[in-house]
């Protein structure tokens, strides 16, 4: 790690993306007093934690391999945290009920893990975290080893049980999906560095960094050279030589190498030439490849010595490949970066 200073309001669901190696893992193993920080300090509701024991620091854990005890019973693995905190048998009946009714599985305490199915060790791992009543709720790609289908709905049930408790929750994913549809905030981390800070849909839709914008979403990022050309727009020169409009950057004296970043998602695509509009960049093009994915399609479109890809959702049959076809770019839709792969502010 290199430095990381993150804030985590209280109540909130937060995730830290990013791809195997860059530090999500070391950062919650800190946090839960697994691991000791080289340097800084680490508080939980404004008590410093940093030299405090693990069993101290009122942690709920929730492993990727789930680690349950094989040898006991549902029952005991989710008391387990309760019988180290010297609460009476009535009171650990009490609250191993109410946590197994919360995950939806009420009646499994005699069973043990190896009689439950992947879905419902997952749901009771959660239990036993949820039960001590922590202050913070670790996740440690909790989901990883379930199949799409229930990774679905146990997103749904993790964060219905986060909202309802009202517990501070950090969450740990390499996938994109989880963490643009679970999270209050994201943290987006590269090689131990954090790259950005921010919602969902401002991690999404304002990327601040190359890497940002390349590993969430789909992007096409294309070589440019900017220079201001009117009235709130600017003109990005293209590797070709062709030019797109773009918003213009706030900073007037900007110009030179830029990259200019469109997300997939966010292209038209359309059979016929469409009808000009102010501030919307047209081009023609050959689909060169075509992936059909259920609502969406996924194309490759040849613009002149350039490719697009080009997301977009279909109703009917997607255009076939080889078909030429018009693409659609709004001047708002298109984010510079500098030479350096920093983002350039542009005027609303």
């Not at 990013?18 to 509701?45: H, N, V, Y």
């Not at 970043?261 to 060169?288: D, E, K, L, T, Y």
């Amino acid at each position: 790690m290199k430095g990381v200073d993150l804030k985590i309001a209280d109540g909130a669901f937060v995730s830290l993306l990013g791809p195997s190696g860059c530090g999500k893992t070391t950062i919650l193993r800190m946090i839960a007093g697994l691991e000791e920080p080289s340097s800084g300090d680490i508080f939980i509701k404004g008590r410093r934690v940093t030299d405090v024991a693990v069993h101290k620091r009122n942690i709920g854990f929730v492993f990727q391999n789930y680690a349950l005890f094989p040898h006991k019973t549902i029952f005991d693995n989710v008391a387990f945290g309760l019988r180290y905190r010297n609460v009476s048998r009535e009171v650990v009946r009490e609250k191993v009920r109410k946590a197994c009714e919360m995950v939806k599985l009420p009646n499994v305490g005699e069973r043990l893990p190896s009689q439950l199915s992947g879905g419902q060790q997952q749901r009771i791992a959660l239990a036993r975290a949820i039960v001590i009543e922590p202050d913070v709720l670790l996740l440690d790609e909790p989901l990883s080893a379930l199949d799409a289908s229930l990774r679905a709905q146990m997103r749904t049930e993790i964060r219905r049980l986060q909202r309802e408790l009202g517990i501070t929750a950090i969450f740990v994913t390499h996938d994109q999906e989880e963490a643009l549809s679970m999270s209050d905030d994201i943290v987006i981390l590269d090689q131990g560095l954090v790259q950005q800070v921010g919602t969902p849909k401002e991690v999404y839709r304002v990327p601040e960094t190359r890497f940002v914008a390349e590993f969430l979403g789909q992007s096409n990022i294309l070589p440019a050279s900017y220079t201001a050309a009117g009235e709130g727009y600017g003109r990005a020169r293209l590797e070709d030589g062709t030019t797109l409009d773009v918003s213009a950057a706030e900073d007037r004296s900007f110009a030179g190498p830029a990259s200019v970043v469109i997300r997939s998602q966010r292209i038209g695509i359309h059979a016929a030439a469409p009808q000009a509009v102010q501030g919307v960049n047209v081009r023609r093009g050959v689909v060169r490849e075509l992936s059909f994915l259920g609502n969406d399609a996924s194309y490759l479109v040849e613009v002149g010595a350039l490719l697009f890809h080009v997301v977009h959702a279909v109703d009917e049959d997607p255009t076939e490949e080889g078909s030429d076809v018009w693409l659609t770019i709004r001047q708002s839709e298109c984010m510079l970066l500098d030479a350096q792969g920093k983002r350039v502010p542009q005027v609303s």
